[in-house]
């Protein structure tokens, strides 16, 4: 284990091979990230955490992002004990935006799930607490969908 620690893109390789070989390497040589189902998300993550040549004890962050026909999520992964940071992303329907939460795995999770929930529409099924962070209960949409207006023509 200790040559991957000295390469991103092997330590992801090695992932695939050994955890989830269904996931797909995304990504340029200087950026790569695992692409895993939302089925299979939860149990990949609590792999991620347990695993002892992997102990990914951290969710650094996590981000949506809106491609208009599907939303992608990224959670920014780091071990502490082996120094050590991966991405994995998953994919789900712009249209019906649900993904598995994972704030059972890593409890800061729950605000920055709850963020993408109240700006992007993404319902995190088991969240403990899902609801908006950031604008008022009334508050119509979801700002970062490429399909929200403010009123305006598109």
Known sequence: MSELLQDENSLISHIQ????REAEITGGQSQQALL????????????MK???DCRFNMLRSLAGVDYGEYLELVYHLYSLPLRQ???????????????PTVTGIWPSANFQEREIYDLLGVEFTGHPDLRRILLPDTFDGHPLRKSFTTGGKR
């Open 17 to 20: 091979e050994n955890y989830c």
């Open 50 to 52: 347990a695993e002892e």
């Open 85 to 99: 940071g991966i991405i994995v992303k998953t994919r789900c329907d712009s249209q019906e935006a649900q993904v």
């Open 36 to 47: 895993v189902a939302k089925q299979q998300l939860p149990d990949f993550m609590q792999r």
